[in-house]
Structure formats: structure tokens, C-alpha cells
């Protein structure tokens, strides 16, 4: 389970046990789009409220009897938390035993749903990524950006960019309407993904968006990986740290100078400092191909 485990102890069930667990995914912003619990202990997915239709992002296991509990969280934004009616001092040392069983079972059972997620969008992505043709500069959303096609398809009219494993295996693909409009395959591994520009020599930077990736390789002719988003930097910092130990590593920040808290800053900045890796920010405002 993720570092950002958390649990949500509640004062005695005054509502059913389904209504204040469903406030406990609320207030950890994991609401349900449709409200539908079922307390078995067993691994059920659903459609976080914000997250795109069709999506299963949102998981859980609640065992709903004389002591309930549960575990939750999203595949998505990676949280990963912990619910229960008792109060953790109201708990005998056996409860507490017992609590920490149902956690290693929820825990087991989570992991092996998200292997068989990822490995069914694996699958997808390799009939599609075979489907696909290989793009050419004109692409409306390249023509653009002013940036050239590396490694990159169409498929239809979206721009296909390959996320793979620091091993070279597809786990996921990213699709570029030509308006610019982003989306990933539903259920694919993003996370210490990312899709190479180049071949490494002296130095690997690694940026969030493919635009901002391939104009850094046409400036400066480093190997570049695009890691698609600021929260995907240091997961990739630490996979490329562990594949090319003596290799240099360049973060390279998109500067969200206008967004509160700059979060491509500040996530830059955090990557940098977990593989010991060089930060590059621009300093003209924001960062101009996203």
C-alpha cells in the first residue's frame, strides 16, 4: 500500500455502515459516481465522480459485520487508504490482529485485480499500437507545436504516443486529438512509464508532455523521456536512475507559474532531489509546448 495510507476512524454508526464509508470516499475525494456498496470483503471497482465515463478507477473491500471495515483507493491517483467504524484505542489487541489480516488480504487482493488491469490494457495496447501508422511532421497537433514525429503513430486522427517499461515493454498508450485534447487507454500501467526520444549517451532529460519533450531533444540532441505528467517525473526518475545508474539525469520542470502551489515546479524539484539528478526550469512564464 502506498506511503499515503491513511485511516478514517468514525464516532459509533449512528447512518448504516454503507452511508458513512461512502462519506469516507467522499471526504477523500473518491465519491462514487453511482452509490452502490456491497460489504462482502471482496474487491469491487467503480466509476470515481470526475473520472471519465467507462473508467473503474476506484477500488474497495468492506467488510460489512459486527466490526466493519475497509480498505480503498484509486489506481489512478494512486491513494490507497484505510476505513473503520471503531476507534483504533476501542479495539482489543485481538481486533487489532485481526484488522491488520483483513489489511494484508485487501492488500493482496488489490495488487493481483491491478495486475490483471494492466495486463488486459497491455493487450489492448499492442493490437491498437499495431494498428496504428507511423505519424508525419504534418499532424495537425505536431504542425502545431513545430515539433517533429518521434516514435509516434496515428491511429484515425489521434496521435498515438507509446508509454513502455524501463524493460521496453508497450503498458500503455496516450492519444493527441489534433485540438489537443489528451486521454490515456483505460486501465493501462502509466505509472514509471514513459516513451523515449533518442538514444542515451551523455545525458537523459525527462520532461511531462510530448511537445515539451520533443523540442528538447531538437534543441539540445539529449535522449529524452516523456513521463506525461508531473506526477509520473520521479516514478520515471527512479526507474531511468536504476537502468542507467551512471547516466546523467536532467528533470526538466514545466513552470506553472500561474497555478497554485506551481505543481510541475514542485514535482520537478522533488525528482530531482530523489535520484540526485540536475533541475532545468525555464524562466519565461510557462512552459510554451505542453
Known sequence: MSADTKSY????IIMP????FLAALADAGLAMVK???VGDGRLHRYRVDGDKAGSTNGWYVLHDDDKPFAAF?????GQSLTWTAARNGEMTEAE???????????RTARDAEQARTHAEAAKRAARLW???????????????????????????????????TADGELATLEFIAPDGSKRFLTGGRKRGCYHAIGRPELAICIAEGYATGATIHAATGHAVAIAFDAGNLGPVARALRSKFKRLALVICADNDTE???NPGLTAA?????????????????TVANV
Do not use: C
Request: aromatic share 4%.
Open 9 to 12: 476512524p468514525n464516532s459509533p
Open 17 to 20: 455502515v454503507s452511508n458513512t
Open 35 to 37: 452509490p452502490e456498496i
Open 73 to 77: 483507493g484509486s489506481w489512478k491517483t
Open 96 to 106: 487489532r490482529r485481526a484488522l491488520n489480516e483483513r489489511l494484508a488480504a485487501a
Open 130 to 164: 499495431a494498428q496504428a501508422r507511423p505519424a508525419s511532421n504534418d499532424h495537425p497537433y505536431l504542425a502545431r507545436k513545430r515539433v517533429n514525429a518521434y516514435g509516434v503513430r496515428v491511429l484515425g486522427s489521434q496521435l498515438v504516443i507509446p508509454a513502455r
Open 259 to 261: 497555478t497554485e502551489g
Open 269 to 285: 524539484t522533488a525528482a530531482a532531489r530523489a535520484v540526485g539528478a540536475a533541475l532545468a526550469v525555464p524562466h519565461f512564464g
